[in-house]
């Protein structure tokens, strides 16, 4: 009887160690918890983490404002899936899943520019079909974004003397990022000029803003010949709210 228990004991301990070499009980364990990118400085070159992103129509001119949100991808190699939950109410109520991605990204499009917050989290989905815990709660707000008048449309623009015409629409921001980018190669865009302005004087819905005048800010002028491209960030009051214009493009000769 006691032979026969000993045979039985390292009948199971051995079983064990296969189970556990083989990976059996790896296999059991939930993917790890999402974690998100975090959101850059609103002047950051690089954008990064939760921000308002435009969503240009079939002619180039902006139609919405969307919400980005990324985060970092698992390590786990049975990853299928990440998962999206939103919340319309707050950070811990009424979160509905809004979509499933195999990217580390996700563009949501169903939002108004009405100053309301929408709530973010995203899990992990592995091959077993289990769901890892939830990441951090994100919160985005959009308000109305800049209508850029010119320069759009590889429009030609004096590099000395020119001046770019916008407008804040339906609401002045507290204060606005204006990004110029410079293309190095066919499509090719890199930071020429990105200057926070918060020192805005002239409250008018139409804005005109000359080069000397953006020299002022911090821009070398005048301006190289090249194609360039330009966008207005709106910011908002609050943490975590802005909007963006689309990128319109000029030329310098």
């Known amino acids: 009887m006691f032979q026969k228990f000993k045979c039985c004991l390292l009948l199971i301990i051995i079983l064990n160690l296969v189970a556990c070499e083989s990976g059996v009980e790896n296999q059991d364990l939930p ?25 240009p129509g079939p002619d180039g001119d902006i139609v919405a404002n969307g919400i980005y949100i990324e985060w970092y991808p698992l390590q786990e190699e049975d990853i299928v899936a990440y998962r999206i939950y939103r919340s319309e109410v707050d950070s811990v109520r009424d979160f509905v899943r809004i979509a499933q991605v195999q990217d580390t990204f996700y563009l949501d499009q169903n939002v108004a520019p009405n100053l309301k917050y929408y709530y973010y989290y995203v899990t992990a989905v592995d091959e077993a079909g289990q769901e890892g815990d939830p990441s951090e709660v994100v ?50 865009y890199v930071n020429f000029f990105t200057k926070h302005i918060t020192n805005i004087t002239d409250y008018e819905v139409n804005q005109d803003w000359s080069l000397s005048r953006l020299s002022e800010e911090g821009l070398s002028t005048p301006l190289p010949t090249g194609r360039y491209r330009w966008r207005i960030d709106n910011v908002g009051s609050m943490e975590y709210q802005g909007s963006e214009s689309v990128w319109e493009f000029f030329v310098v000769k």
């Open 31 to 55: 993917p790890s918890q999402v974690i998100l990118v975090e959101k850059s400085a609103e002047d950051a070159v690089e954008e990064r983490g939760i921000d308002a992103e435009a969503i």
């Open 139 to 188: 919160k985005y707000s959009l308000i109305p974004w800049a209508d850029l008048h010119f320069p759009i449309r590889d429009a030609e623009f004096d590099g000395g003397n020119g001046t770019f015409q916008w407008d804040f629409a339906s609401g002045f921001p507290v204060s606005f990022i204006f990004r110029l980018e410079r293309e190095v190669t066919q499509n090719i």
